[in-house]
């Protein structure tokens, strides 16, 4: 495993762009994540640093005056790393490192570390080594000029050019083996998935720290490692789970997120097959988190990426127990109505409460409405397996809430 920038506890600022396609309230969502993203991995956010440009400056990013500004920051408050909330070019990278002195890290390579963190199974690991080189290939130049920097750079031009295509061979060859290794742990998946016979396949779906994990274990009656983190879960878990006299196979897959990079989109492929070869999707929505319309976009995407968006879907929207709508002054009679203004009960009667006829609101945690989210999942199920197998149809009644 490629040993990632460690940001433990060190002093950290956010960077982010307000653009034409990414207005001010946008940019504010997303660096909070970023926030949550850092705490994740175990940083400590001190500022956050915002400018309005049309497009990313192709050299630093942000423009040469606001990176003034960080530098000062960075050089007063000794800042020890600074995130940049899109994927810097690797050019970037090296100019702003060179301007700043201090570590840079963009929101992929920070994902990245987590991932790194979090990864327990070898499958996992894997997954995560072959993004993490994909991702170190192309900025190889940069880190042996940052190494030359440090040295003294006399003499060392020449080597440190071999050096660097010593490296690119050596990663390219990794990244084959990786690849290699991933293509026969995936066959093996494959015979496993083909074992299970035909047990109907239900798999949790939904962005990162929704309570996938939890309702996993709630409806299960495992203990799969469930925390108030971003990508607490990445090693898919697959258990036999049996409502009223029916069973079924339940997955909880690794959650969703925004601007997710495409090295893990891609090499995450063997663990996304599981959501591939699911017969129903349960769509789990934190619906207490005020971007929670953003996420089910975001999750939505990635199913249309897979090839997954039109199976048979019910919406979960999980912690209703956390979920409190913004109230209204009456006194202020030129605020307006939104949906951060809505009621559980107004939800309930939008469009979202209608995606594929089925959804429902519960608390994992609580276990509110549960007996209604397990009666609903068992319908599902039912109507699925005796599609199947028909002549099994006698054998299932209505669901009446007993196990």
Not at 201 to 228: D, P, Q, W
């Amino acid at each position: 495993m490629i040993d990632q920038t460690d940001i433990s506890y060190e002093r950290t600022i956010l960077i982010g762009l307000i653009t034409q396609y990414q207005n001010e309230e946008m940019s504010d969502e997303y660096l909070d994540e970023l926030e949550f993203l850092a705490f994740t991995a175990g940083g400590e956010v001190l500022k956050r640093f915002t400018q309005k440009m049309e497009v990313p400056n192709p050299k630093t990013f942000i423009g040469t005056g606001k990176l003034e500004e960080v530098r000062q920051y960075v050089e007063e408050h000794e800042i020890g790393v600074a995130i940049f909330d899109d994927e810097l070019s690797p050019a970037q990278q090296k100019n702003i490192e060179r301007i700043l002195q201090c570590k840079i890290i963009d929101r992929t390579n920070l994902i990245l570390d987590i991932f790194a963190q979090r990864a327990q199974t070898s499958y996992a690991r894997t997954q995560v080594e072959l993004a993490q080189y994909e991702y170190l290939l192309p900025r190889l130049v940069g880190m042996w000029t940052h190494l030359e920097r440090q040295r003294g750079g006399i003499g060392m031009r020449g080597p440190g050019e071999r050096e660097i295509e010593t490296d690119r061979r050596i990663v390219r060859d990794r990244i084959s083996l990786l690849k290699d290794k991933l293509k026969k742990i995936d066959r093996q998946m494959d015979v496993q998935r083909g074992n299970r016979g035909s047990l109907v396949r239900v798999a949790l779906v939904g962005y990162t720290n929704v309570g996938k994990s939890t309702l996993m274990n709630a409806i299960s009656k495992s203990e799969v490692f469930a925390e108030n983190k971003l990508f607490a879960t990445l090693d898919t878990t697959v258990r036999k789970v049996v409502i009223g006299n029916l069973p079924f196979l339940l997955t909880d897959t690794v959650g969703f997120i925004r601007k997710l990079p495409t090295q893990l989109v891609e090499s995450f492929k063997g663990t996304l097959d599981e959501v591939r070869e699911s017969d129903l999707l349960l769509h789990v929505v934190d619906i207490s988190h005020p971007s929670f319309e953003h996420h089910i976009d975001s999750v939505n995407k990635v199913l249309e990426e897979i090839g997954s968006a039109d199976k048979p879907t019910v919406m979960v929207f999980n912690k209703i127990d956390a979920y409190k709508p913004e109230e209204i002054d009456e006194d202020d009679l030129m605020t307006e109505k939104t949906t951060a203004h809505y009621t559980l009960e107004e939800w309930k009667q939008t469009w979202m409460a209608k995606v594929n006829g089925d959804a429902i609101f519960i608390s994992a945690l609580n276990k509110e409405n549960f007996d209604e989210f397990r009666k609903m999942v068992y319908e599902k199920v039912k109507e699925i397996h005796t599609t199947r197998f028909p002549y099994n149809d006698f054998l299932y009644s209505e669901y009446d809430g007993e196990e």
